[in-house]
């Protein structure tokens, strides 16, 4: 049996299935809190989330409002500052990143800070916060973002937060520390890892109704289509109800999925 | 030896306030002795603060900002100011709508996180940038709490494992060079210093020793010891007796501090961690006048609450006073739900 469920609610189920247990996990401010809060409750995770303005494993009994709101040091392993957060990640701890954006092209490269030229923008986002250093540093970066063809572009405007820059060996090539980068996408259209060789997005998974031509229609680049498309399992009972009654029961972010 | 430029930011400049001016200004003007600094509001802006200045606020979006100095800011006129952001939102917010900001380094801008992006706020700093009345110089969190930190360091710069790659570099004043250790890129952010960090705390005594009691301390530390003057709003007014007793709990020593402004509640609407939570309701109402985008709504919310008011504690008569601020309490600790229903 399986219930309605809107597209926000689709893609926080889909990607808190895949935190990784026993990790660190750096979250960015909007959904990936939600993402990593219903991760905390659905799976029982032993993960540490930090948060860039210094809380260090809180709980989270509600969904945090802000980075810095007093739910990411509820019941805290350590109530830090900003630079500790980032050296931490800096030092090599942060496993995971989660991350937001506006605009995403083919390499992850992300942009959260202006639509059309810099110096007369036609939109001006509020800009990297931490996500800059978040994706600079952390192993393995998943992002979660609407799935839209004018948000999939072959370039973004702006790079805000590094993906694979303009392809294999770049990030390396600039001074990045080796070894990590962008890991997976989750849209409302499904899942998206990158391919080892050419670092480029590839096709991962599927939601459920939606087909190939549809994921390709809505990406303004070249998607790499494996041979074999897997299928997106819908969303649970279980994982509606805690999303909805435990997770934001006030639908503060889960709201904008009905649009 | 000598250590290479590799690249440039387009916005390099030279600091406005080098370590060795910051050290004579030390020497010269910060309080030495440990004397009362208790003042109000309006004093504590009228004395420290003016047009022109590089400003910091503690805390972040819409947790721990020092409003209640804010507002005294706002009525004093204070305009053309330099803000060091960081993750900013509500508290710049005030500034950027009343058109006081000519200069940022952001961090974070405009949005309110999880409650979205108030329209007529971005139409304003859209137009500004665009007219060229605004302008920034592209930081991110990370390198704006190490540019503090170096500051407080009292050194130029902190070299930093991040930026490279990103247009953040391009439209930043920081520069990348090869490591003379190790042969990495590494990018140099310089020190930021400013004229006057607004730091809103828990706990102070009348000299300035200072707690963050609780939750995230943000870049306050490196922010108190980047500024020239620092105006700390607090809570509550401890005896120092009290400080002594637990040394370790004390955030800012009273030398950093120029005055001590006893303000509770001095983050409202923000949240001010392990005493009352975010008024989810006040700022949706600033969010709702902001959704006017010819400005008159949001226009009226700044004349009633905060042109119109006297006083911070005016201002919290208005939004509901004791009834209002015990409810942000039990909503702080899970004693009750949004909307007032027991939990």
């Not at chain 2, 979006?61 to 005294?72: D, G, K, N, Q, Y």
Request: glycine share 8%; with cysteine.
């Amino acid at each position: 049996m399986s219930e309605e469920y809107n597209a926000m609610e689709l893609m926080t189920i889909v990607a808190s299935r895949d935190i990784e247990d026993r990790k660190i996990i750096y979250v960015g401010t909007g959904i990936p809190m939600l993402v990593t809060s219903l991760a905390q409750k659905t799976r029982n995770l032993k993960i540490t989330p930090i948060f860039e303005v210094g809380g260090i494993g809180p709980e989270m009994p509600t969904l945090p409002l802000s980075v810095a709101c007093s739910r990411t040091t509820w019941r805290a392993l350590r109530s830090a500052d900003s630079s500790e957060a980032f050296e931490i990640a800096q030092a090599g701890f942060a496993d995971y990143a989660f991350l937001g954006g506006a605009q995403i092209d083919k390499y992850g490269n992300l942009n959260s800070t202006v639509l059309g030229d810099y110096h007369a923008p036609k939109v001006r986002f509020p800009g990297s916060g931490g996500a800059n250093a978040f994706a600079s540093f952390a192993w393995k970066t998943m992002i979660i973002m609407n799935h839209e063809k004018r948000r999939f572009v072959e370039k973004v405007d702006y790079i805000t937060s590094p993906g694979y820059l303009d392809g294999p060996g770049a990030r390396e090539k600039a001074g990045l520390p080796p070894g990590t980068g962008p890991y997976k996408v989750y849209t409302t259209m499904g899942t998206f890892d990158f391919d080892e060789k050419t670092k480029r997005m590839r096709l991962f998974s599927l939601s459920p109704g939606v087909t190939v031509d549809d994921a390709v229609a809505n990406t303004g680049f070249e998607l790499i289509i494996p041979n074999k498309v897997r299928q997106t399992e819908p969303p649970t009972r279980e994982e509606l109800k805690i999303l909805r009654e435990e997770v934001d029961p006030y639908r503060v972010i889960l709201g904008r999925g009905e649009a | 030896m000598e250590m290479k430029i590799l690249e440039k930011g387009t916005k390099f400049q030279e600091p406005k306030i080098t370590p060795n001016d910051f050290r004579e200004w030390v020497r010269d003007n910060k309080p030495h002795a440990m004397e009362d600094k208790t003042m109000d509001a309006k004093t504590a802006v009228k004395k420290f603060m003016k047009s022109g200045d590089i400003v910091s606020h503690s805390g972040c979006s819409f947790v721990r900002i020092p409003v209640a100095i804010l507002h005294e800011v706002l009525r004093q006129g204070i305009r053309d100011l330099y803000v060091a952001g960081g993750t900013r939102s509500y508290d710049v917010n005030l500034l950027t709508d009343n058109g006081r900001v000519s200069h940022i380094d952001p961090g974070y801008i405009i949005g309110l996180e999880t409650l979205g992006v108030p329209r007529m706020t971005r139409k304003i700093v859209e137009q500004a940038i665009t007219k060229g009345e605004l302008t920034l110089t592209e930081w991110d969190n990370a390198s704006m709490a190490w540019r503090h930190k170096a500051a407080g360091m009292g050194i130029p710069f902190i070299p930093v494992r991040h930026m490279m790659g990103a247009d953040g570099f391009k439209f930043s004043g920081a520069v990348k060079v090869e490591c003379p250790f190790t042969k990495e890129e590494v990018v140099l952010v310089p020190a930021l210093y400013t004229d006057v960090a607004l730091i809103h705390v828990h706990e102070s005594d009348i000299y300035g020793n200072a707690r963050i009691t609780t939750g995230a301390i943000v870049e306050d530390w490196g922010k108190v010891r980047s500024a020239k003057r620092v105006i700390i709003s607090t809570e509550k007014i401890v005896d120092t007796e009290d400080i002594r007793k637990q040394p370790d709990r004390t955030f800012v020593p009273y030398f950093y501090v120029d005055a001590v402004v006893q303000a509770p509640y001095g983050s409202h609407p923000g949240n001010m961690p392990g005493r009352y939570y975010v008024d989810i309701e006040h700022l949706t109402e600033y969010k709702n006048a902001c959704e006017d985008v010819t400005g008159e709504a949001l226009k009226q919310y700044y004349n009633k609450y905060i042109f119109g008011t006297d006083s911070f504690e005016e201002y919290l008569q208005m939004i509901g006073g004791e009834k209002r601020l015990k409810y942000l309490e039990d909503l702080e600790f899970l004693r009750v739900k949004p909307g007032g229903a027991p939990a």
